[in-house]
C-alpha cells in the first residue's frame, strides 16, 4: 500500500479529482497549505502599494492506494495538475505499513 502526496494548484482542484476518480481510487483528503519552492514567492500590489507574499497557496492531496493502482492515480495526477508553469507542485509516495478503518476494524488493503 502506498500514501500519495501532491501538492498542487488550487485551481486544478476538480480535474486533479474527476480524474483520480477515474483511476478507481476510493477516496481523497484535501488540505489548504502554504508554502515556497523554487518560486520563492512573488510581489503583489494592493492600493498602490507594492508587498511581498513569502508564501504560495497550495492545495495537499492525500490518497491511500494499492500498490497496483499507485502509477495510475500518479499518472493521474502528474497529467490533471500540468499546466507548463512554474509552481504546478510536486507528487511524493511513501510506503504504508498499515491502514486500519475505524468503524470496521477492517486491515491492509481491505480497509483503503
Do not use: W
Amino acid at each position: 500500500m502506498k500514501l500519495v502526496l501532491a501538492y498542487i494548484n488550487p485551481f486544478k482542484l476538480e480535474e486533479v479529482r474527476d480524474a483520480v476518480k477515474a483511476t478507481g481510487a476510493s477516496g481523497m483528503s484535501v488540505t489548504n497549505v502554504e508554502g515556497f519552492g523554487r518560486q520563492t514567492g512573488h510581489t503583489e500590489t494592493y492600493r498602490g502599494a507594492e508587498y511581498d507574499v513569502s508564501f504560495t497557496p497550495k492545495l495537499r492531496i492525500e490518497i491511500l492506494v494499492s500498490d497496483s493502482m499507485t502509477p495510475a492515480v500518479v499518472s493521474a495526477i502528474e497529467t490533471s495538475a500540468r499546466s507548463g508553469s512554474i509552481g504546478d507542485g510536486k507528487i511524493a509516495v511513501m510506503p504504508l505499513d498499515d491502514v486500519i478503518r475505524i468503524r470496521t476494524g477492517e486491515r491492509g488493503e481491505e480497509a483503503i
